[in-house]
Each structure stands twice: as structure tokens, then as C-alpha cells.
């Protein structure tokens, strides 16, 4: 199954219905394709300005590194020195916490999505949802919480 404008969109109604039923805080989410470009993009009412860059930036890690991000938010852990050297060839692009999820389809990545407004886990947990249920399979690149 490929990526397309409107599994994206599927991708983004999605996470909006899974923050609505755990009673999320504002999302805004980002979905971008496995070169890093962003398909689609939505921030919800009440959601603060920078939150596009925030759920860019989990996604976009997560794609270019091959990695959930909440791998690389444990890898930041162990390897802060390695992390800090990938966001700056990533020209400071990457948010290495939890809410940027790989999404494969046949196993292979071709795409991710990231969320951010809520707490990191819940932003993981609506991201796995939606690309779920828009019939992908979700890497988190760790045990989801």
C-alpha cells in the first residue's frame, strides 16, 4: 500500500478521533513521506504556534533515522553526544521524544507521523492508532507506554 494525500488525511482524522477519546489536550500532527517531506499537516484550535515544528521535527527524525522516536529518545539517553551530532547535520530538525512513529507498509518505511500537544505517550498512542487505522503497520522503535 503506498502513501497518498488522503491516507494522510485518513492518518490525521484518526489521531484527531483517538486524542478525542482519551480527551487529549489541542494535537497537532504531521504527516510526512519517506523522504521527509510533509504530505499533510493539521493543528488543532487552542494548539500553540510552534507545534508544527514540534510534530515535524518527531516525525522527521524518525524517518530520516530509520527509527521510532521514541528509540531515539532512549538512544539520547545513552548516546547524548551521537543524538546531538544527527540533529545538527539534521540542522537542529529533530525532537528525539516519543510521538514520531515510522509508518511501514509490507515492512518497509514509507513514511511517519508525528504528534505533538499532549504528553509524549499519548501523542505515541494516538499516532499508532491512526496509522492503524488507516490500515499501515506503526514502528515506534520501542515498547509503547
Known sequence: MKLTLESARKIV??????GASRGSKPLSIAVL???????AFE???????????IAHGKA???VMIGSGSRAL???????PYFMQAMNGLAQ????????????RSGGEVIGAVGITGDTSDVDEACAV?????????????????
Request: charged share 20%; net charge negative; aromatic share 8%.
Open 43 to 53: 493543528r488543532a484550535d487552542g494548539a500553540s504556534p510552534m507545534r508544527f515544528a
Open 33 to 39: 513521506d519517506a523522504g521527509g517531506h510533509v504530505i
Open 92 to 103: 537542529g530538525a529533530l525532537v528525539p521524544v516519543p510521538g514520531g512513529v515510522l509508518i
Open 73 to 79: 529518545f532512549e538512544r539520547a539517553k545513552e548516546q
Open 129 to 145: 492508532a491512526a496509522i492503524t487505522a488507516a490500515g499501515f503497520e506503526a514502528d515506534t522503535g520501542g515498547p509503547a507506554k
Open 60 to 62: 522527521y527524525g524518525a
Open 13 to 18: 482524522r484518526a489521531a484527531f478521533d483517538e
